[in-house]
């Protein structure tokens, strides 16, 4: 298995405001220009990207996300409201002791596992204090009003009643995180595979097996009235950065740490750029315009490192899920029990699926298909 340094990288670009622009009948705002976070305040070192044979930008190999660990969706703790009184990066000191807390979770890491499965970890200490980088002040932007009303079916983390699959999220199916939700760090599976060809780059995910094709060569987007949940996304190179735009996305899918948050709507557009900084650091932004949605857009921008070991590792979720036939069937049962109670005269609230409690044991929202905890970041 192959180990990373820890060391302390630091620095960073402005990021320009927001203009109307545009796009396929849709009013998008451009996005900012690529903020390159892997160096905090301090110059990016010289470095020249590798070409492939046919002379794009090569930005192939094994990535991952495991060492943004530490670093929050936001600043400041929330959603809108008053602006953090926090910099984009950490104070010297406060990355001193930000190293010091990763090499000591690594080592523990290594030596404290007592089975075959073991959470990921990070080992590179990066300097910044929120994914965010754009509203300037690192705040998730609010909810429209139209986006309160869609949050995410939580089945395994509400007490029900489920009534069919629907009542759960795609990820809970095993059927997609979403784009973001694919790519955030979560407690293990954050390998990104990326591969190139001459006018094609695909993406590959480590946990529910996604794989994204971009192509780069100039062809249209796909009709308005094909919406797909990873979208329609349609590359280009601007120098070194590869630029994506995708579009045509479904409804079903959210914002967040394993694509857990609000739902998105149909008119979201992800602008993102990805760039070779360094022989072992891509930087990935993000940029998410979904006015439906959100108030105004917002940008993510984090390192993507090689992934330890360098391969991806399977994700059979689909193909061995039974947690959504258990609750199902758990639920069938209750009913059949309830009515069976009332023919005897007793008339008995029901019994929640998960009996007051979700994922991990914590305590399930009340709120049955919309309950659940709130998603980290979010």
């Not at 029900?160 to 795609?170: A, E, H, Q, R």
Request: charged share 20%; aromatic share 8%; net charge neutral.
């Amino acid at each position: 298995m192959t180990r990373r340094v820890g060391f302390a990288l630091i620095a960073a670009l402005a990021v320009a405001g927001p203009f109307s622009l545009a796009v396929s009948g849709q009013n998008y705002s451009a996005p900012p220009p690529l903020v390159i976070t892997a160096f905090g305040n301090k110059p990016a070192p010289a470095y020249k990207v590798p070409l492939t044979p046919w002379g794009d930008p090569d930005l192939q190999g094994a990535w991952s996300s495991d060492d943004t660990d530490g670093i929050n969706m936001a600043r400041g703790g929330g959603r809108g409201g008053a602006p953090a009184p926090i910099g984009l990066y950490r104070t010297d000191e406060e990355q001193k002791q930000r190293e010091a807390q990763i090499k000591a979770a690594a080592k523990r890491a290594e030596t404290d596992a007592t089975s075959t499965f073991r959470f990921d970890f990070g080992r590179r200490a990066f300097p910044q204090t929120s994914l965010i980088v754009d509203p300037p002040d690192g705040r998730m932007p609010a909810y429209t009003e139209e986006g309160r009303k869609r949050p995410m079916p939580r089945g395994t983390y509400g007490n029900g009643p489920l009534d069919w699959t629907t009542d759960f999220s795609l990820y809970e199916r095993c059927i997609t995180r979403g784009i973001l939700g694919s790519s955030l760090r979560v407690i293990y599976g954050n390998g990104q595979r990326i591969q190139q060809a001459p006018g094609v780059v695909a993406i590959s995910y480590e946990m529910v097996h996604d794989t994204r094709v971009i192509y780069t060569d100039g062809r249209q987007h796909l009709s308005q009235n094909i919406h797909q949940y990873l979208g329609d996304a349609r590359g280009h190179w601007e120098g070194d950065e590869l630029v994506v735009e995708t579009t045509n996305l479904t409804d079903q899918t959210a914002i967040g740490l394993n694509g857990n948050g609000n739902r998105h709507s149909t008119q979201m557009k992800l602008t993102e750029r990805f760039k070779r900084v360094a022989s072992d650091i891509v930087q990935y932004q993000v940029t998410v315009d979904d006015p439906v949605t959100y108030v105004r857009p917002f940008t993510l921008s984090y390192p993507l490192t090689p992934l330890d070991g360098g391969d991806l590792l399977p994700y059979d979720c689909h193909e061995g899920n039974m947690a959504l036939r258990q609750s199902l069937g758990a639920e069938r049962a209750e009913d059949k029990a309830l009515a069976e109670d009332l023919k005897k005269g007793i008339n008995r609230p029901r019994r929640p699926v998960q009996d007051g409690l979700g994922v991990g044991g914590t305590p399930a929202a009340p709120t049955g298909r919309a309950g659940g905890p709130p998603p980290v970041g979010q």
